[in-house]
């Protein structure tokens, strides 16, 4: 890594918290990015997102943005917006790949334009889903279209659980899709200025890799290596810089896989603003790759120099 003049960056704002349903998540992730900002040397401070956000930009001297804020509110495309009309650079991906990224409907649309290869879906409503089942089977996740940390999401075997799951997702979301459940390794690779760091392979007990999995659970298990040969660990990494790059995605992002019985492996979603907590997979990537946290956040806030969104 090359040598990063941190008082090149000014007074950075560190967003974080937000009104999401992921607010704890971005707390720990807001608090740890700046805490290594300003172990760093940089001038870093927090800012917890509420309605006054648009006066405290305005009012703060603020010379560009760290984003640490996930889900609605924050990695949809919408701050990134703001932050472009008041005139701050800020990290990660711009408004366009932000909004279509935190769509996961969207995002497999564009997967399976691309040629990505993606678990079959379909889009749920009350009235079609003896329908959907028909089409591509009962062995399925239930997804809101807009959530992330699998908030809101389910694992179901039969019909009947069908239900209850969709009745749960639409509590989160209006849109509300189905995705054939793909029986294998699940994996997930950090890609950090275009280059994809070695990929961590995720084991638990639980259904799926849940909110409780990641955040909570102390028994989930981080295989990093990840196991693989190396064609097949180059061809996982080949195909989460090209799910990255379908959705426009720049900066650093984190894409997640299944492999299926026969090693094929399908793009399930990309994630803009990653976790930076304790139990975070990038981080964990980072450091696979020779950076620290610290060079981590350092190599994401420069980005905010050298990028044009």
Known sequence: MTDIDTQAFGR???????????????????????????????????IDVGADIVSRLQQEKIDRVFIALHGPGGEDGRMQALLEFLGLPYTGSGVQASSIAMDKWRSKQIFSAAGISTPEYRMLTADNLDQVV???????????????????MSKVASREQLDSAYANAIQYDR????????????????????VAMPPIR??????????????????????????????????LKALAVDAFEA?????????DVMADADGNFYTLEVNTVPGMTDHSLVPMA????????EQLVLNILQQTIAENH
Not at 180 to 193: F, H, M, P, R
Request: charged content about 20%; hydrophobic content about 40%.
């Open 12 to 46: 950075v704002a560190v967003l974080y918290g937000g009104q999401s349903a992921e607010r704890e998540v971005s707390l720990k992730s807001g608090a740890a990015v700046c805490a290594a900002l300003q172990a760093e040397g940089v001038d870093a401070f927090l």
């Open 134 to 152: 028909a089409e591509i089977g009962s062995q399925l996740m239930v997804k809101p279209a807009h959530e992330g940390s699998s908030i809101g």
């Open 175 to 194: 849109s509300v899709f189905a995705e054939q459940v793909i029986e294998g390794a699940e994996y997930t690779v950090a890609v950090l200025n275009g």
């Open 202 to 235: 995720l084991e638990t007990d639980h259904q799926f890799y849940d909110y409780n999995a990641k955040y909570l659970a102390n028994d989930t298990r981080y295989l990093c290596p990840c196991g693989l040969n190396a064609d097949d660990e180059a061809r």
């Open 247 to 255: 959705l426009g995605c720049v900066g650093w992002g984190r894409v």
């Open 286 to 293: 980072a450091r696979a790759h020779g950076l620290s946290f």
